[in-house]
């Protein structure tokens, strides 16, 4: 049984900053991809940023330059620092661990106000 466990989102002013931790527990394989997702209401489920187990990201165009997502491998936790928030940044953001089967958070709301 694999479980994410989310904390750190919360409410911030535009311009401020956040950090997401995600710690991933039970038999995951250790070659995998951990990631983040957003969903904003009325709009489907985008990726954010991903990182491979070597360490290689991927970020969606809205966040480059904004926000830096990271991984420590011994502890299977990854991490999201949002710096610059946005109102359009407003979301539930999800943890997602990828390898031979597909792992979700339960979801930390993240709201920017203007």
């Known amino acids: 049984q694999v479980r994410l466990v989310e904390s750190g989102g919360g409410l911030v002013q535009a311009g401020g900053s956040l950090r997401l931790s995600c710690a991933a527990s039970g038999s995951i394989f250790r070659f995998n991809v951990m990631g983040w997702y957003r969903q904003a209401p009325g709009k489907g489920r985008e990726l954010v940023a991903s990182i491979t187990t070597g360490g290689s990201t991927n970020y969606a165009d809205s966040v480059k330059g904004r926000f830096t997502i990271s991984r420590d491998n011994a502890k299977n936790t990854v991490y999201l620092q949002m710096n610059s928030l946005k109102p359009e940044d407003t979301a539930v953001y999800y943890c997602?661990?990828?390898?031979?089967?597909?792992?979700w958070g339960q979801g930390t709301q993240v709201t920017v106000s203007s």
């Open positions: 997602n661990v990828r390898s031979s089967v597909n792992y």
